[in-house]
């Protein structure tokens, strides 16, 4: 049973990697759009039917991605069988309160650093 676990640990926390870079990715490609010559291109491109699906698709898929970090985020706070420094439920609670923006901190400064479930 524990050997699942640690998979499950480790699963989840490959998905709140991915999510959280994801929205790292999000975060400056949406600064890098208010570039003029890009801004120009994204507005042309919204313009045309292809260029409004793939915009759409690059959305869709990103905001899938952050919520999959989000949703990784909760199951190993959850289930993580190590040391805290918060309780368990303050955890829980703040990562539901705090969506996306908790999943990457959670990630940057707590779930990097703990060590994988053997």
């Known amino acids: 049973m524990r050997s699942e676990d ?12 991915v999510g959280a870079w994801t929205t790292v990715a999000l975060v400056f490609a949406s600064f890098v759009a208010y570039v003029p010559p890009i801004q120009r291109g994204l507005i042309a491109a919204n313009g045309s039917s292809i260029g409004s699906g793939i915009l759409g698709l690059a959305l869709a898929a990103g905001a899938a991605l952050m919520i999959a970090g989000w949703c990784g985020a909760v199951w190993l706070a959850l289930h993580e069988s190590r040391e805290r420094t918060v309780p368990k ?3 829980v609670l703040l990562l539901l309160a705090g969506n996306v923006i908790a999943a990457l901190v959670y990630h940057f400064l707590v779930s990097r650093k ?5």
């Open 89 to 91: 439920p303050i955890t």
């Open 114 to 118: 703990a060590p994988l479930a053997r």
């Open 6 to 17: 640690g998979r499950a640990d480790a699963l989840a926390r490959r998905t709140l990697a």
